[in-house]
């Protein structure tokens, strides 16, 4: 079975403090995402990746940023947090028939 | 990517097949079917997609119609654990972006 973990389930943030959301998957995958999900808006992609070093904007990259240092491993940082990226963000790669397996996801709150 | 409409909830007994209709009439020659579903609170799952023939894996199966306008997810025998919004995607196989409609919210009853 495909794993996509991410490094917290829960997560409570100060405003202007650094995030680091950590995402792995174990099955070799090149292709790797990060959305977020809110109520009303559905899954919005925020930047992918499609190899090591690699990576591509999204629909809303603004105030992220990534990092892929290693082929498993897809980091989601926020630079400075604002309270309207309290949010559900979702980590997902893209299997060999261009599906896509997500991670339980992180519930980030910034105060 | 092709527009897909669903039902806006549905629900099923525990132990019978829940079918999940989909529309997708503008689908395109080189698209993919996919379902996914959400539980509350948790990461979307992959189930099942395919292009044209029926599909099964031990999840679910996929049924197409031959004219590729309309498509049914069948949970053959399904659990409460299966309560969750089912997704259908209809996207070209290299289109990297995921974009989930309203889905279907399915409640399996005991």
């Known amino acids: 079975d495909v794993k996509v973990t991410q490094s917290s389930r829960y997560l409570v943030k100060r405003t202007g403090e650094k995030v680091f959301l950590e995402c792995v998957q174990d099955m070799d995958h090149e292709n790797m995402f990060w959305y977020r999900q809110d109520p009303g808006l559905g899954l919005r992609l925020i930047y992918f990746?499609?190899?090591?070093?690699?990576?591509e904007k999204g629909d809303i990259p603004e105030g992220y940023s990534v990092s892929r240092e290693k082929k498993e491993r897809f980091s989601l940082i926020l630079e400075s947090a604002s309270t309207n990226q309290t949010s559900m963000y979702l980590c997902a790669s893209r299997g060999l028939h261009y599906e896509q397996y997500f991670g339980p996801g992180t519930r980030l709150t910034v105060t | 990517d092709a527009k897909t409409t669903q039902p806006t909830s549905m629900d099923c007994a525990e132990g019978r097949a829940a079918n999940l209709p989909c529309n997708h009439s503008t689908i395109s020659g080189n698209e993919y079917v996919y379902w996914y579903r959400q539980i509350h609170s948790q990461g979307p799952q992959y189930i099942i997609h395919g292009l044209k023939n029926n599909e099964t894996n031990e999840m679910a199966s996929l049924i197409i119609t031959e004219d590729r306008k309309s498509s049914t997810l069948i949970l053959p025998h399904a659990t409460l654990r299966d309560t969750a919004v089912y997704y259908c995607?209809?996207?070209?196989?290299?289109?990297?972006?995921?974009?989930f409609g309203a889905g279907t919210r399915l409640t399996v009853k005991p």
């Open positions: 990746s499609y190899d090591v070093k690699m990576k």
């Open positions: 995607i209809v996207r070209g196989y290299n289109n990297n972006d995921m974009r």
